[in-house]
C-alpha cells in the first residue's frame, strides 16, 4: 500500500542530503539528526541513504560533465587532466583505507546526534579560528587554481578528509578549511572538494553496496516494497536537484565571501541539540 508518510520523509531526508552534501556543515550529521526527528527508521536506512548521496554525487558529475569529458580523453597524455587524477587518486587513499578498516566501529560508536552536536560545534570554532587567522595575518593563497595543486597537497587535503569519519565533522568542511590552511584559495579548495567528493562517495557507495549483499547472502536482509521503490526513487531525485544547485551557488558565493555564516550556523545548531537535549526537551 502507498504510504504518503514514507514518501514525505524520503523526500525530506533528499533534500537535506543535497543542501548540505557540499556545504561544510555535514550532510551526515544532518541525516541523522533528520532521521531521529522524522523516525526513519528500518533496515531499508542505510541503502536509502546510498541512493540519495548517489544523486548528490551525479549532480556534481553534470554539473562538471565538460571538465569530466576532458579528464577521461586527456587522462592518457601529459596533460593537467591526468595531474587531476593523481591527485584524486592520491586525496582518496588516506580515507578509503581508514574507512574499510573504521567504519564499522565508527557507525556503532559515533552515529549519534550528541557526537553530531559536538562536531559542529567544534567545526564551527575552527572556521572561526582559520577565518580570523587569515583575515589577520592578511594571508594569501599559494595556489590559486585547483590545476595548480601538486600532489603533495592532494595527499595532505586528504588527510583532513579523514577527520570527516567523525559524523558532524563535515567532509566539504574538513576538506575546505584544510585546503585554506594548507594555502588554497577559497576557489581551489571548494573545486578539489567537490572533485574529491566523486571517487569518495562512488567508493563509499560501492562497499555500502557490498555489505548489503553480503547481507542478503546471509539472509539478514530486509523484503523490498514498491514503496520503497518509489521512496528511493523520490529521494534520489529531490537529493540531485538540490544539490545541483548548492553546487552552483556555493561558487559564487565563495569568491566573494568567507565561511564565517557556517561556523555560526554549525555553532548555533550544535547547542541548540545539545540545550535540549540536557534540558529534556528533544529525547535524542
Known amino acids: ?15 537535506v542530503e543535497g543542501l548540505t552534501e557540499f556545504l561544510p556543515i555535514s550532510s551526515t550529521g544532518h541525516l541523522i539528526i533528520a532521521g531521529d ?5 528500518g533496515p531499508e536506512v542505510n541503502t536509502f541513504s546510498i541512493a540519495i548521496q548517489a544523486g548528490a554525487i551525479f549532480a556534481v558529475c553534470w554539473f562538471y560533465r565538460v571538465r569530466l569529458v576532458k579528464v577521461i580523453t586527456g587522462f592518457w597524455k601529459p596533460s593537467k587532466e591526468r595531474q587531476l587524477v593523481i591527485n584524486l587518486i ?7 583505507i581508514l574507512g574499510v578498516l573504521f567504519s564499522d566501529l565508527i557507525e556503532s560508536f559515533l552515529f549519534n546526534p550528541i557526537t553530531v552536536a559536538i562536531a559542529l560545534v567544534l567545526g564551527g570554532l575552527i572556521i572561526f579560528w582559520v577565518e580570523n587567522r587569515h583575515a589577520k595575518l592578511n594571508i594569501q ?21 579523514c577527520i570527516a569519519m567523525i559524523p558532524g565533522t563535515s567532509r566539504s568542511g ?9 594555502g588554497l584559495s ?17 567508493g ?45 551557488w556555493l561558487l559564487r558565493y565563495v569568491s566573494s ?24 526537551i528533544v529525547a535524542w
Not at 7 to 14: D, T, Y
Not at 90 to 96: C, I, N, R, S, Y
Not at 141 to 161: K, N
Request: charged share 10%; with cysteine.
Open 1 to 15: 500500500m502507498f504510504d504518503i508518510l514514507y514518501q514525505f520523509k524520503a523526500f525530506v531526508l533528499g533534500i
Open 174 to 182: 574538513a576538506t575546505i578549511i584544510g585546503g585554506l590552511v594548507l
Open 90 to 96: 592520491v586525496a582518496f587513499l588516506p580515507a578509503a
Open 141 to 161: 593563497p599559494r595556489v590559486h587554481e585547483m590545476d595548480d595543486m601538486s600532489a603533495r597537497d592532494a595527499f595532505y587535503v586528504g588527510c583532513m578528509q
Open 37 to 41: 526527528l522524522l523516525n526513519f527508521q
Open 257 to 280: 565571501n568567507d565561511f564565517k555564516a557556517f561556523g555560526w550556523y554549525r555553532i548555533i545548531f550544535g547547542l541548540v541539540i545539545l540545550v535540549t537535549h540536557y534540558t529534556g
Open 186 to 202: 577559497r576557489r581551489a579548495a571548494t573545486e578539489f572538494s567537490f572533485f574529491l567528493a566523486i571517487p569518495t562517495i562512488f
Open 204 to 248: 563509499a557507495t560501492i562497499y555500502s553496496l557490498a555489505k548489503i549483499f553480503l547481507k542478503v547472502s546471509t539472509q539478514q536482509t530486509f523484503i523490498w516494497t514498491t514503496n520503497m521503490t518509489i521512496g528511493f526513487t523520490v529521494g534520489f531525485v529531490v537529493s540531485f536537484l538540490s544539490a545541483l544547485i548548492v553546487v552552483k
